[in-house]
């Protein structure tokens, strides 16, 4: 009696090793499977979604849109950021938005260097 319970042991301790090591793996190949936000943002965003691929959030990790409607909203004189209405629904292009930004980027810090210029 004592043998088979040891024998019962043993053969349980292997299945539980097998699953585990399985269940390791299938945690490990489903990481590798998922694509990555940048990878899967469509062509023509929502404020919200551009958001997102910006990586434009709030401490709860939800996107935050106040400063893409801003620039969205600035007359034409002053480099908005462009976007197009499908209905009455606001888009932005992935493309388009993500060159706006590279020219921004580069707009502010000619900008910021002109500023320091003039106070030294």
Do not use: C
Request: proline share 4%.
């Amino acid at each position: 009696m004592l043998d088979q319970n040891l024998d019962l042991q043993e053969k349980l301790a292997s299945v539980i090793d097998r699953a585990t090591k399985e269940a390791i793996a299938l945690v490990l190949t489903q990481r590798e499977a998922a694509p990555s936000s940048v990878e899967s943002a469509p062509d023509w965003m929502t404020a919200s979604q551009l958001a997102r691929y910006w990586q434009l959030v709030n401490a709860n990790g939800e996107p935050t849109t106040a400063g893409i409607m801003k620039w969205a909203k600035r007359s034409a004189n002053d480099h908005p950021l462009p976007h197009a209405y499908m209905g009455d629904l606001l888009r932005f292009h992935r493309d388009e938005a993500d060159l706006w930004a590279r020219e921004e980027a580069e707009r502010r810090r000619v900008q910021n260097e002109q500023r320091r210029l003039k106070i030294a």
